[in-house]
């Protein structure tokens, strides 16, 4: 077998004192003292044991292990290169802390080489001398896949076709070319934690702020799965396609969504698409398979009001945070390190910049996708290389990248407009509506310039993938089509445009109708509330095809309850004369639609008809007596519907009615059950009902013994459904390796512009 040949000259000399922790952990077996630059003695690292590399072959005692970086590919090691190492070996054998002497390097050793420095240090005192070149790491790297989970950035300096295995490798080569670059990253303790609870779940949701790296860590893991577990690799965009995707005969797959609730602003009907899918992703893991899932913090946090997480605790249990804050000095230098050192910038440009790079990388503004820029000349071309200059760069990130973005070439300008009308994905060779064609042509562009201008931006705003449709242009990161919202909200004109250009269904997830206070999202003002509704109103109602269309509708609904304010709703309610009637047939109050809540809203706005009130309350009674639906008996809001004097004869017919037959509805419940679903998620409402009824009326004769002996009921059913059941992700032990490399005296950037 052929070794896969690494790159391991682009680490850079801290990083492949890592990686040699790393090989000595997962190869040798050892654990490691390491020690700070300029306080080593002579030793990167150290440990006392025992190691058998072979039959036969045994070394014992005290270890010192020494590494030598060099930049240049296809350097060879020679005497000189370690000759101001002697001096500190013997002093090490005085003192009686070295037997055996490791010597790692990346370079390439020659026979002759390699027996004239044994000689020297066997003639210092060591009794054995053990020098591992760039093949012997090589070839480690390439039969261990822990090493390779351990180090993920192996991943981008190594040929993935000989690094995976054949079949992973050709169903995932379209996913590949959407991954970050895995030469510049980072293992960070988010990484690890992340790892853990994949390993340890099945499902890990990744939550933070913009451009902290939640893709990054989730690519990273993608990886991991492909090598380590063999897992076929689906990154997938909306729920509804976890289901789709789900192949029973596969053994493992590893499916990961990126902003699971929204790109860059909360949208409420894909909460609703994965309320109607946590069953299937609660069986999905228990089969083996995992689940990762991305999402900006403020998004999440919306999302959580309307998520259904009582039925899928893994929401809270493994939900990893990722706060810039808490990366560490060593990582955040690194990260900084990797995307200047490994950017597009110029050796003059990297060696101005380089006194630098210790303040941008301690900044309390720092994210990784500041290194990311910064490595790019694309974002720098106005950048003033001057403390001032790089302060500002760092601090009013947004501000520069909207000025960037604002002086671009009009074909730029109209390419990136095109992407964020054409929900962030453009196919390639791409084709264009009239609609948009008319408005790249008011931006002052065609689509000849916008083709040019896509292949002139890639790899720094916008970047070329393949998926399994085909190729499209992508934003290369979220964070520029944040950027292109605000320059729409700063001109008018632009406004026009971009409605007039962006299909409707796109529209419904980027604007709001008056300012409602959702972050990110591009405000429509008065003027235009007629037009926008008409356009809303044709795409719910204009095909006859799509009137019973429940998607649209409840996107419909999602955005009329969040989206808009009282002043649209009025003028849309005059346009949809059909809306009224439709709610009160759709009316649920339910995890699935916000059928719901948008008729409360209308009826607190006062924009509700007497008959429709009347119509929803009755429907409301039927829900409790007909359908066991016991959330209306204690939900307040539900109960706004009522006057005083419907709602107490409401309440006694429940207890006159419903209480009596709970043993009747416990029954329906449990002929219901699925046994693939879990038993405790399949009753946890009717309990949770059960709960919220006995707070609500704890007066109510004979409730509590009532509540209590349904509760005994459903434990003994679980109890006895529960027995043999797997319940728990096959998971197999963990092989993470926690950081222990630390930076000392020396400076990371040392090398960074040679």
Request: net charge negative; hydrophobic share 40%.
């Amino acid at each position: 077998m052929t070794t896969t040949k690494y790159d391991l000259h682009r680490l850079g000399w801290h990083s492949f004192q890592q990686l040699c922790n790393a090989v000595t952990t997962t190869v040798l077996g050892q654990t490691v003292e390491s020690f700070l630059e300029g306080n080593d003695g002579g030793r990167d690292g150290a440990f006392k044991g025992v190691w058998s590399p072979n039959p036969n072959e045994v070394y014992e005692g005290k270890f010192v292990i020494q590494c030598k970086f060099t930049g240049r590919r296809e350097h060879n090691l020679s005497f000189s290169d370690i000759a101001d190492e002697l001096a500190k070996a013997k002093r090490l054998v005085s003192k009686g802390q070295c037997d055996i002497y490791v010597l790692m390097t990346n370079a390439g050793v020659t026979g002759s080489s390699h027996l004239k420095i044994a000689q020297a240090f066997e003639g210092a005192g060591v009794k054995h001398v053990l020098l591992f070149d760039s093949s012997w790491i090589c070839q480690k790297i390439e039969t261990n896949s822990s090493l390779r989970m351990n180090v993920p950035r192996l991943y981008g300096l190594g040929d993935l076709s000989q690094i995976l295995d054949e079949r992973r490798y050709e169903q995932t080569k379209a996913l590949l070319s959407e991954l970050p670059d895995l030469s510049k990253t980072v293992v960070t303790d988010t990484y690890r934690k992340a790892l853990q609870a994949l390993q340890t779940h099945g499902f890990v949701l990744l939550v933070g702020e913009p451009a902290v790296g939640k893709t990054t860590i989730a690519s990273l893991l993608a990886m991991c799965a492909m090598d380590k577990w063999k897992c076929q690799v689906l990154k997938l965009e909306k729920p509804e396609q976890v289901r789709e995707r789900w192949n029973t005969e596969e053994s493992s797959q590893f499916i990961w969504v990126d902003d699971a609730f929204g790109v860059t602003q909360y949208e409420s009907h894909l909460t609703m698409g994965w309320n109607r899918t946590l069953d299937s992703v609660s069986t999905m893991i228990r089969r083996g398979h995992r689940i990762v899932l991305t999402s900006r913090d403020y998004i999440y946090n919306n999302a959580r009001r309307e998520l259904k997480r009582s039925s899928f605790p893994l929401f809270e249990e493994s939900q990893v945070v990722i706060d810039v804050k808490q990366l560490t000095s060593d990582e955040r230098q690194q990260i900084l390190y990797n995307h200047v050192k490994l950017g597009d910038q110029s050796a003059d440009f990297r060696t101005r910049l380089k006194r630098f790079l210790p303040d941008v990388a301690a900044h309390n503004r720092f994210v990784p996708e500041t290194a990311r820029r910064l490595g790019n000349r694309h974002f720098t071309k106005a950048l003033t290389v001057s403390e001032s200059g790089i302060d500002d760069f760092v601090t009013k990130q947004e501000q520069l990248l909207v000025e960037t973005m604002s002086n671009m070439d009009t074909g730029s300008r109209a390419a990136l407009a095109l992407l964020y009308m054409k929900e962030g994905a453009i196919e390639s060779p791409f084709t264009l509506s009239m609609e948009e064609e008319r408005a790249i042509a008011r931006l002052g562009s065609n689509e000849a310039s916008c083709i040019r201008a896509l292949e002139d931006l890639n790899g720094s705003f916008v970047q070329l993938v393949d998926t399994e449709d085909g190729r499209a242009w992508r934003y290369k990161h979220p964070t520029i089509g944040d950027a292109f919202a605000l320059i729409l909200a700063q001109s008018p004109e632009n406004l026009q445009i971009f409605v007039d250009g962006t299909s409707t269904e796109r529209l419904m997830d980027l604007v709001t109708c008056g300012d409602v206070a959702l972050k990110n999202a591009t405000i429509i003002p008065r003027a235009m509330f007629k037009v926008v509704a008409q356009r809303i109103h044709h795409y719910i109602a204009g095909d006859p095809a799509f009137a019973k269309d429940f998607r649209r509708r409840g996107r419909l609904y999602s955005f009329l309850l969040s989206r808009s304010s009282p002043n649209f709703l009025a003028i849309y309610l005059q346009v949809d004369d059909a809306l009224i009637t439709a709610l009160i047939g759709e009316f649920a109050r339910t995890m699935f639609t916000s059928s719901a809540d948008l008729a409360l809203r209308l009826f607190r706005e006062r924009l509700m008809p007497e008959m429709a009130r009347v119509a929803i309350m009755s429907k409301i009674q039927d829900e409790v007596f007909d359908n066991d639906e016991l959330q209306y008996i204690y939900d307040i809001e539900m109960h706004e519907f009522f006057t005083a004097d419907e709602l107490e004869g409401f309440l006694e017919d429940v207890q006159k009615y419903v209480l009596p037959n709970l043993d009747g509805m416990r029954e329906r419940l449990k002929s219901s059950y699925d046994f693939e679903n879990d038993p405790d998620n399949h009753v946890d409402d009717f309990v949770g009902h059960l709960d919220c009824i006995l707070e609500a009326y704890p007066d109510w004769p004979d409730i509590e013994n009532t509540i209590h002996t349904q509760r005994v009921q459903v434990d003994d059913w679980v109890s006895e459904v529960s027995w043999g059941r797997r319940s728990e992700p096959a998971t197999g032990r963990s092989d993470l390796m926690f950081a222990s490399s630390h930076l000392g005296e020396r400076s990371i950037f040392e090398d960074v512009d040679l």
